[in-house]
Structures are given as C-alpha cells and as structure tokens.
C-alpha cells in the first residue's frame, strides 16, 4: 500500500496527511510517511466509531507520541483521547462535519478505516447518496481538490 502511495502522491508536498488514532492506521502512515515525507495530522475525525471497534464501549486511545514523533498531535490534549460512544446519527454528523472542514483546493491523503473511509468517500463524491463502491482492506482512495480521485483501488 504504502510504495503505491508513492507512485500516486506526486509531488508529495502537495498532500495533506490525516490519520486515525488507531493503531493499525498508525503504522501505515508511519510507513507512508517514511517512504513519502507526508507530514500527518492525528484526528479522531477520522476514526472509526467505538461501537465498531470496542463492541459498543467508550474507550480511551493511548497518544503514541513517542513511537509517532514525526506526526502532529496537537488534537490531544492529554495522554490520551476518550472516544466516548456515539449513535450512528452523531458518528455520520462527525464524518459530514469532517469533511466539510477540507478546503477544496488542498489534496489529502487520509488513513483510516473502511467504514470511515466508506461514508467520506460517498459525502465527498456523491453527496451522501448510497451509490455503489468497492472498498476493501486495505485499500487505497486517494483525494484530489476535494473529489475522490481513485476508489477502493486494490494495493
């Protein structure tokens, strides 16, 4: 995933990086970081929902700032971030307030999960609409002035 990132991200310093707190995502972006010096941004905005991942538990994830010194932190405010449950109408007003906050002429390489990923792809492309898409682990969408240029491409 990550040398197909390089190949596509050109120039690199054109993109913006954004990166759920979770741990998987972490160490992608880590890896893409290293192969493309994207500087990424930690958010919870990205992050996938508590009931997904912690079977319907609020959770706190831990601030990696040590093992993840080359990214920003500064959405923490404390050694750790609560993610605290949230219904499905609060997870999708989380997702549309996220991506109404890109600035349409910027690009932005987000590593996230496939839910997350899923309903930004289909807010910032369709509007929201329910049109039909294939995103699997470990793919790859790749957004461009605020359109998602490739979807779900298989890495």
Not at 93 to 116: D, T, W
Not at 135 to 141: E, K, M, P, Q, V
């Amino acid at each position: 995933l990550a040398m197909s990132v390089k190949e596509l991200v050109k120039p690199p310093e054109d993109f913006i990086g954004i990166v759920s707190p979770y741990n998987r995502c972490l160490q992608t972006a880590h890896k893409v970081w290293t192969l493309t010096g994207i500087k990424f941004r930690v958010r919870r905005a990205v992050g996938e929902s508590p009931e997904e991942v912690h079977r319907g538990r609020s959770t706190a994830i831990l601030k990696k700032e040590e093992e993840f010194a080359c990214f920003d932190w500064s959405g923490f405010n404390g050694p750790s971030l609560n993610y605290d449950l949230e219904s499905e109408e609060e997870y999708m007003a989380r997702v549309q307030m996220f991506c109404e906050g890109l600035a349409h002429n910027k690009n932005y390489l987000i590593v996230s999960h496939m839910r997350p990923i899923t309903h930004m792809t289909r807010i910032l492309a369709f509007g929201g609409r329910k049109e039909p898409m294939t995103i699997t682990n470990a793919s790859l969408t790749l957004i461009e002035d605020g359109k998602p240029v490739y979807i779900g491409m298989a890495t």
